[in-house]
């Protein structure tokens, strides 16, 4: 199938691609790498009047260390991650998120900011960005406004990003020496989407950790009070200790009915919990 009839527009800067945004009086739809809006229009999953292409916007594609993070203009690929083309401040945990996602060919085009406005659970930023504590620059003619990754994602393709609103930027904290990172998925076949996420950023000597559960239905379970997960106590020794009891009975509480499902999604956490040892 071919897309239903769209005006196309290009522009060179933030600002006149937020002018189309809030001066059309139809309905427009961003495009970077198109890896998930390209399909959509071919099956006429959505059908806007305009599609705004944002590849032309040098800023979007800028990424710089300011301070202790690193941050990721929405036009960055994946693929300039994966091949180490921006700063690193998470001890390479980004650029193996990065190198796992799809195929190739996907990730020279699709682009981070791309994957995180299409809100999907399965996507690999979705749940990595918030085990990384990553936060995300929202920008509109009334100004930016920074929201913390955790909170980006209310549901399966629903986020908080209002009407008139773009994704500008990603913010990814430096990752303190003592942080260990394990990132884990289930895939029935390569180049998939995930049915089980596991991400995790456990640092034994500050006593603390970041525990994410995703490829679920909704948002991601989050859980960043996670001694109970660890015997109530996360030193080095955390691994020896993780309770799978207890990581059952969130997923159980956060709707997930099905104890095969649970299995697995515990199963997947477990391994990255062991890859973070």
């Given at each position: 199938m071919k897309p239903a009839p769209f005006t196309y527009e290009r522009p060179r800067d933030i600002g006149s691609a937020l002018s189309v945004m809030t001066g059309a009086e139809s309905s427009v739809k961003i495009i970077a790498g198109g890896q998930s809006l390209g399909p959509m229009l071919n099956l006429r999953l959505v059908a806007p009047d305009t599609i705004l292409d944002i590849t032309g916007i040098a800023e979007l594609k800028r990424a710089d260390v300011d301070g202790n993070e690193l941050m990721l203009g929405a036009c960055v690929t994946h693929a300039d991650i994966e091949d180490g083309r921006v700063p690193d401040v998470t001890r390479g945990a980004m650029q193996r998120v990065a190198a796992n996602i799809a195929y190739r060919a996907v990730r020279n085009r699709g682009t981070v900011g791309g994957s995180l406005s299409h809100a999907d659970p399965s996507a690999d930023w979705v749940s990595s960005l918030a085990a990384l504590g990553a936060s995300l620059s929202l920008r509109s003619t009334s100004g930016t406004r920074r929201v913390a990754m955790k909170d980006f994602i209310l549901g399966a393709l629903e986020s908080v990003m209002e009407s008139g609103e773009m994704l500008e930027a990603v913010h990814v904290p430096l990752m303190p020496s003592s942080a260990r990172w394990g990132y884990v998925k289930s895939c029935r076949?390569?180049?998939?989407?995930?049915?089980?996420?596991?991400?995790?950023?456990?640092?034994?000597?500050?006593?603390?950790?970041?525990?994410?559960?995703?490829?679920?239905?909704?948002?991601?379970?989050?859980?960043?009070?996670?001694d109970e997960l660890f015997g109530g106590t996360i030193d080095g020794g955390f691994a020896s200790r993780f309770d799978a009891r207890v990581a059952d009975k969130l997923l159980a509480e956060a709707g997930m009915a099905d104890s095969a499902d649970r299995h697995i999604h515990v199963a997947v956490l477990r391994k990255a919990v062991a890859e973070a040892a």
């Open positions: 076949k390569t180049g998939e989407f995930a049915h089980a996420i596991g991400a995790v950023l456990i640092d034994p000597d500050a006593g603390k950790a970041r525990i994410v559960i995703g490829a679920v239905e909704a948002a991601p379970i989050i859980v960043e009070q996670a």
